[in-house]
């Protein structure tokens, strides 16, 4: 299974997006830190994210995680997409006539418009909550990840980061796991 659903379906959510990077690379995440590159290492990522726009008969989730799927200049989708738009398509979601080419606009899309970046799994949260922030805090006192950057992916928080790198995967995704039914409830 290349998702996790916590919850029912909803048109608006939150998620976490599993990123395998497959060798070391260097990227500027648009305008952040100027636009200097950060090297990233081979491995795991996570990055914390929502989408829970109110506009009247939109699916913002289902857009938002087949917008993240999406490569710009026609490049070939992450192999993800297909079971996430089959998903959808279940609930009800139907895809917007007239879309044009992807534009990379928040920090993240710079790093999964890379050929050596794919999405491997999404942990989705349907509901009207936000839970990127919790999720966030969570993901950031696991001793398994570590940040990559304060504010990156996180434009809109006060403090923090969305994107990790995982240092112990084995370990990571059955506590992850195991610690968001609680987290729901909470939120």
Excluded at 56 to 73: E, V
Excluded at 90 to 106: D, E, I, N, Q, T
Excluded at 153 to 168: K, P, S, W, Y
């Amino acid at each position: 299974m290349q998702y996790t659903i916590f919850g029912q379906n909803s048109r608006q959510g939150s998620y976490i997006l599993l990123i395998e990077l497959d060798r070391r690379i260097k990227v500027a995440f648009g305008k952040f830190r100027k636009g200097r590159p950060l090297e990233l290492q081979p491995g795991h990522y996570l990055y914390v994210g929502s989408a829970l726009g109110s506009a009247k008969g939109r699916s913002p989730l289902a857009s938002r995680l087949l917008r993240h799927a999406s490569r710009s200049d026609g490049r070939p989708a992450h192999a993800i997409r297909s079971a996430l738009l089959d998903l959808f398509m279940s609930w009800g979601y139907r895809v917007p006539a007239g879309r044009g080419m992807k534009k990379l606009h928040w920090h993240i899309d710079y790093l999964l418009d890379r050929p050596e970046a794919e999405i491997r799994h999404v942990f989705i949260f349907p509901g009207e909550t936000r839970l990127e922030s919790q999720l966030a805090e969570l993901l950031a006192a696991m001793p398994e990840t570590s940040p990559i950057a304060d504010r990156l992916g996180a434009q809109d928080a006060t403090a923090g980061t969305h994107l990790f790198r995982i240092n112990e995967q084995d370990a990571l995704l059955p506590r992850l796991e195991k610690a968001m039914p609680e987290l729901i409830r909470q939120g």
